[in-house]
């Protein structure tokens, strides 16, 4: 059963510090890894979606890496600004064969001071 | 280009009532899944279906709970004789095929009082 957890649950900066969020996955049978974003009261938008073939991908100031023989992804946040607070959730999509349920992080829940 | 559309976007029940949940996908997607949140953890899958179909329910609880997406209109999920553990927010995502994107709406809170 695939299991995925973010660290840290919860992360305060100062505006302008660059920031990492982590996520990891105990099953490597992944068809692609996605990161969102939550605001409060809101749905998710979609960040940066990452195929199991890829490193990386890039939007703007956010980052995202993946290590899939190791369970592994990171966000990278460059020059936070306030308007990035949110919760930052990472989810899995399964292998091809295997269903298209995406299993959640229960997110990071970042803060970023003015 | 409307995105996901849920409605209601908050819903009140007492104890024992019904909830409907209503999901329209976005166009040209036949693919809808349904999503919870309870308070303070993260989303958990429920069900996917596709028109006229249920693909995989295993995330739903057995009782209580029922999926739909028929030929015409939107996906409805349907809670009888709610209880306060119900009270949580509840997402849909669309694709246009199985393995595409999912595009997420702006979730129903449900509260029971």
């Known amino acids: 059963k695939q299991e995925v957890t973010q660290i840290p649950a919860a992360l305060s900066v100062p505006e302008g510090e660059n920031l990492v969020l982590n996520c990891s996955f105990t099953?490597?049978?992944?068809?692609?890894l996605q990161w969102f974003r939550q605001d409060p009261g809101k749905g998710l938008t979609s960040l940066l979606l990452?195929?199991?073939?890829?490193r990386e991908q890039t939007s703007g100031r956010l980052n995202a890496s993946l290590d899939k023989s190791s369970g592994r992804s990171t966000l990278y946040i460059a020059a936070s600004q306030p308007g990035d607070s949110a919760t930052y959730l990472c989810?899995?999509?399964?292998?091809?064969?295997?269903?298209?349920?995406?299993?959640f992080g229960e997110g990071t829940q970042l803060t970023v001071n003015p | 280009n409307a995105g996901v559309m849920q409605n209601p976007r908050h819903l009140v029940r007492r104890r024992g009532q019904e909830a409907r949940l209503r999901c329209s996908p976005m166009k040209g997607h036949s693919h809808v899944y349904w999503y919870r949140q309870l308070p303070e953890e993260g989303l958990k899958f429920m069900v996917y279906l596709q028109k006229e179909n249920i693909i995989d329910e295993s995330g739903m609880p057995k009782e209580r709970f029922s999926a739909e997406f028929p030929k015409e209109g939107p996906s409805i999920l349907r809670i009888q004789q709610v209880v306060r553990g119900d009270s949580a927010a509840y997402f849909c995502?669309?694709?246009?095929?199985?393995?595409?994107?999912?595009?997420f709406g702006d979730g129903t809170r449900l509260s029971i009082l």
């Open positions: 099953d490597s049978a992944i068809y692609n």
């Open positions: 990452i195929q199991s073939s890829q």
């Open positions: 989810a899995v999509r399964p292998g091809e064969t295997s269903g298209s349920r995406l299993t």
């Open positions: 995502a669309s694709s246009q095929i199985g393995l595409q994107p999912q595009h």
